[in-house]
């Protein structure tokens, strides 16, 4: 009998007879990993644990501790939610079921509704479908077949979808028990392997293949995870969320609102624009310390730049359009320019605009790196139903930056900006980071040898940084390679903020030069570059880290000053005076309340300091300090008062 090598992990190497399964290597390896194994991999590619392996191969055996299974979980938990569905209301047809980042879905079609009200039954269902802990098999079919099959079962869906498959491709079906669906797979060898660890979470509309004029589908979302604990932590995650949303707290706390009149943009009020300047501040004191230059370019640009710099073929779409019609004749937004007619674009990013300050003048080798900060106000068209409160919006400000460097300098450059980024981010409350590696898309600007430069650049630049990375292919820009950097937030979700990306392709089609040390014209090197990424929705990732109760020097109002009785309002005032005059963010609160309610009050609010004073602290030229989230409170006289809470206020790097 042929024998076939398999190489695991480890290095090493077993002989077995062809041809062989994960299975029968977990169970070659021992008992334990055959009980707990529930997939492989070979050769990289995830596969069910019963499927044959006839050649040498590298094998992987995955069990639960793998992140492989999340994956295999919430997949097998989508197709065990269509059979309970369909055993629960028969005539419900199926369509498709994809695992999720933190879940599952699947889409039906009925004539009755669903309702939340089903989940209940359909989870206890589910669960049944697991102790019957049914075997699910992989079967391969003639598309022919495949229609037939579905045409039977009145699954209509289903029976168009396989007529865009190959011919003459075999089509793999799973079989679970008695229901059986069209899928790629892999999944689990049996439903019982599937952890009770399960919920449904929403209900939501969509349509057959995203089209509307299909018929409109029922999506059922479903949560799932190894283990009840895992279930449990993300519910109060989730939880956590929700009260933490900074939609809700924007409005309690008075920062900003939205309204139809002005979709996708956002209204600053007084303390959402006063947490704004907080940050830009902080943002323009480290830009300057780091060697930045700050420049301001125009909001709207002539279509033939956008042209030149390649964003009108990719971008047009995104891109609002303004069009000067000297002419009176209808425009067509989409005929190059004529005559007098002016078709301009609002900026989606500032990139070709910083290269023309670049082109100014005649740039030598000396004047490198150069780098041109900009909180630059672009405008992208995003459809109406991607919005989200401030972390998706039409109109934002990008603390964006480029620098212009020699090739030889994208190493320095690049650790320089490393460690920046981290810093700031330390600084404003995320010490946990994760960086991608984004290489190469598939639809790209620049030949493959510009790129093969680019991506050893950047990669031996991240290597320099001793900073740990993983790689996310095809996700770079189209005209570089790039890093993602990925904060990581006070309840475990993961935001892209910050990018760094090499670009050799834009300075070559806007004609960048500089003058080398050898008197000849050279292209330099533009590494694009963000920390925050957009002020809007890094404001919204702050609210959200820090639940509205921001750190004292970035707090919108940072003091309080509360009277407990009529006769101590003179004093107050001279408080309030003491306290704008050392730069500190107060007010005076002298209504004729009690204090316990004006304290309540202020500390909803998320105000960080409160200042009570009576007559006592007039008497005596004192304030009591009461701290949000402290039950405690400190009585100072009013100069070590003002020392304490100015010191509190400096903000990082102004030390």
Not at 56 to 63: F, G, L, P, Y
Not at 131 to 138: A, G, S, V
Not at 279 to 305: C, F, H, S, W
Request: charged share 30%.
């Amino acid at each position: 009998m042929a024998s076939i090598s398999i190489t695991l992990p480890d290095g090493s190497t077993r002989s077995l007879p062809a041809p062989v399964t994960g299975a029968d290597v977990a169970a070659d390896i021992g008992p334990g990993l055959a009980k707990a194994a529930l997939a492989v991999r070979v050769d990289g590619e995830l596969r069910d644990l019963n499927r044959e392996i006839t050649q040498d191969a590298e094998v992987a055996i995955v069990t639960m501790k793998d992140d492989d299974a999340l994956e295999l979980i919430r997949h097998d938990a989508a197709h065990v939610l269509a059979e309970a569905v369909q055993e629960l209301f028969p005539g419900t047809q199926i369509t498709f079921g994809p695992a999720t980042e933190d879940g599952f879905y699947y889409d039906f079609h009925r004539n009755e509704p669903f309702s939340t009200d089903d989940f209940e039954r359909i989870e206890a269902k589910m669960a049944e479908i697991v102790d019957r802990d049914e075997k699910i098999e992989r079967e391969l079919w003639s598309r022919d077949d495949v229609q037939a099959f579905f045409k039977k079962q009145g699954e209509g869906f289903k029976a168009e979808w396989v007529v865009e498959l190959p011919e003459d491709e075999d089509i793999s079906m799973y079989r679970q028990g008695g229901w059986v669906d069209l899928c790629r797979g892999p999944h689990l060898p049996s439903t019982g392997k599937l952890p009770k660890a399960f919920k449904l979470m929403k209900l939501a509309g969509a349509y057959w293949r995203g089209d509307s004029a299909n018929p409109q589908l029922q999506r059922i979302y479903g949560t799932a995870w190894r283990d009840k604990k895992e279930l449990q932590a993300y519910l109060t995650m989730l939880e956590e969320a929700e009260k933490r949303d900074h939609r809700k707290l924007g409005r309690e706390l008075d920062l900003f609102h939205q309204q139809e009149e002005a979709v996708g943009n956002v209204f600053w009020h007084e303390k959402g624009w006063t947490l704004w300047r907080m940050i830009e501040r902080y943002m323009r004191n480290r830009l300057e310390k780091a060697g930045y230059v700050e420049v301001k370019t125009p909001q709207l640009i002539d279509r033939v730049l956008w042209e030149a710099s390649g964003h009108w073929e990719k971008f047009r779409e995104h891109m609002f359009i303004a069009e000067v019609d000297e002419s009176s004749d209808h425009p067509d937004h989409d005929a190059p320019s004529e005559g007098g007619n002016k078709m301009l674009a609002l900026k989606p990013m500032n990139c070709p605009a910083h290269v023309q300050i670049f082109r100014q003048g005649i740039k030598s080798y000396r004047d490198l790196p150069l780098r041109m900060a900009e909180f630059g106000a672009c405008h992208r068209y995003e459809p109406s139903g991607a919005l989200h409160g401030l972390m998706r919006v039409r109109a934002f400000t990008q603390d964006d930056a480029h620098i212009f460097c020699t090739e030889a300098q994208i190493n320095s450059e690049s650790k320089i900006f490393c460690d920046l980024l981290i810093s700031i981010y330390k600084d404003l409350g995320f010490e946990d980071v994760l960086i991608k590696f984004s290489d190469r898309p598939e639809v790209r600007a620049g030949s493959d040898d510009v790129w093969d430069r680019a991506e050893a650049a950047l990669k031996e630049a991240i290597d320099a940084t001793g900073l740990p990375y993983e790689m996310n292919p095809g996700e770079g820009a189209f005209y570089g390679p790039k890093l993602e950097y990925v904060l990581r937030d006070a309840i475990g979700r993961d935001w892209q903020c910050g990018t760094l990306q090499v670009d050799f392709v834009l300075p070559e089609r806007l004609d960048a030069s500089y003058v080398g040390e050898d008197g000849e014209r050279h292209r330099p090197v533009m590494l694009h570059r963000a920390i925050l990424g957009s002020f809007e929705r890094f404001i919204a990732i702050l609210i959200e880290q820090y639940a509205g109760r921001f750190p004292f020097w970035m707090a919108p109002l940072q003091v309080v000053v509360a009277t407990i009785t009529d006769d101590a309002n003179e004093y107050a005032r001279e408080v309030l005076a003491a306290l704008t005059a050392a730069g500190l963010r107060a007010e005076a609160d002298l209504r004729n309340e009690k204090i316990n309610y004006k304290v309540r009050e202020h500390s909803h609010a998320a105000v960080p300091a409160i200042l009570v004073v009576g007559r006592k602290e007039a008497e005596s030229g004192q304030v009591s300090i009461r701290r949000l989230g402290s039950q405690d409170q400190e009585v100072l006289a009013l100069d070590k008062a003002l020392d304490t809470l100015t010191a509190d206020a400096v903000m990082p790097g102004m030390e």
